[in-house]
């Protein structure tokens, strides 16, 4: 089927293509195409072979089909519209079912290069002009099985077959990229193309799948770019197989996290990818609840419908309680430090957090929820202040925790005033930025000091050597020591006396004009820059 199952049908070699798809129908409730002959186009399933669709009124035997073959349920496969498309989709079809048989044939090569090409001509005939244009097209490809037939090649036993396979697929997905230009239509576009790949590679090649988790990446971080494109996001009917998976994954590692003496790391990518696909969740429930009203729990107890979002409220608390245990033993080696043992160092902690300020986002959108987050943090305060105190580097990381007092000590909330006083002068000043050749460190000096402002020289100075990294206070320092070098140097000075009269001294004609037409004031910025 298009969405990567698999049903087994039994049936004789004289029952009609008619009678397998009320077959299909008495198990999926699909319907078959009423007509082969309609002018309108058909929105039911047809039943392809080799690349080709099945007429109702064919027998299997007719067909060629054998005990075991494998025909493809697909939508939509005829159509008046765009013929030469879905003809290409056929040949793709067909080419693809060779490629599965071919095995280790030394023709497969041959193989491989046609079907790339033919992809690529796909894209040609695309148009890229029209938002509506493409989508029809893309449209027919989605529809037509050949994306099921990738991964069908793709998880073929034949290590050459899987290679071409992931290689056509990605450089499919990476034309598609570079053929949509205009920004606004690419996720239109290509959103549902990767959704089409990740759904079928999650059942067909598995959740561990390298070529589904780079696809499922990709998604995620298209969905939060365009988060706001209500018309075209995905639902979450379409999201949450995404979020249950990736949570199921965190639970079980946070577990294991806070059985591990020395709290096993977390995944990086999990992590990123769960609050990229939460943040579009949020977005999705705030548009479906009433009037920004939190969910009611007892409510959506009650409504069948309702199964994703009930999903979603066990995931934040199964999640909560995870962090709990990891929070606790966070505690329990805090406890021992006190008694001589060493302070830990652990990288997951920065995570810790990431998934708590999700948790704390989603939360308010469920009735009672936020206030069961919060009881708990309560509960956990000493380890979460701990974590604030370690791994804060900016107030506004953390501003979400500080709106609840109660979780978190004088000592915490001191350090974060300080840090947020701190902040905000240096939000006040200007950054002046400097790149200077050594070779010619007193004009570079004086033409970046001319155009400068005053607000700019009493603010921070920015110092950087041409084809030098280093940089910070002791670059800076550097660079003071050799401008005041050069300003007292004899060869610079501003004024030089007369040869031929003593008491006589005009400027310098040499090289330096700039510093000879700077004001007073902008030498002595330039000799005390931070006062």
Known sequence: MFSGKTLVIQADSSDTVASLHWKIHSITGIRPIQSTSSAVPSMQEGLIYRGKQLELSQTLSECGIQNDDTLQLVRRMRSMHHPQTWKLMSDLNLIIDDLCNCNDNPNIITYVTRLSNMLTDF????????????????????????PSSLVKLYVSPSLITKQAAHGCICQFVQNCLNHFTNPTTVYRL??????????????????????????????????????????????LHHVFPFVD???????????????????????DSDVLVFIQLMHSVKQVIRRQTAFGSPVSLPWLMQDEAANELKGVHTIICN????????????ENQLALVNIGRREPIVGCWFQYLLILKELESISKLYKGLEEMFWEKMSQRGVGLCYLIGRLSKKSTDYQWILEHK?????KTRQRFALQMLQEGRHMREELWEMLISRSRLFEDSFEYIGHASRRSLRGQLFIRFENEEATGPGVLREWFSLVCEAIFNPQNALFVSCPNDGRRFFPNPGKHLLYTNMSYERRFYLIFPQI
């Open 406 to 410: 109660e979780v978190t000590n004088f």
């Open 319 to 330: 999640l909560l309680d995870k962090m709990d245990l990891c929070l606790k033993e966070l």
């Open 245 to 267: 998976e990736l949570a199921t994954t965190l639970s079980h590692s946070l577990e294991l996290s806070a059985q591990s003496p020395d709290f096993k790391q977390l995944s």
């Open 123 to 146: 894209l040609i005939k695309t148009p890229n002009y029209s938002a509506d244009g493409s989508e029809e097209y893309l449209h027919i490809f989605i529809h037509s099985s050949v």
């Open 190 to 235: 290509i959103a549902p193309i990767l959704f089409e790949f990740c759904t079928i590679l999650r059942g067909a090649a598995g959740v561990d799948d390298d070529l589904y988790l780079f696809f499922r990446s990709r998604l995620a971080a298209m969905m939060v770019e365009n988060v706001h494109d209500v018309k075209h996001v995905l639902t």
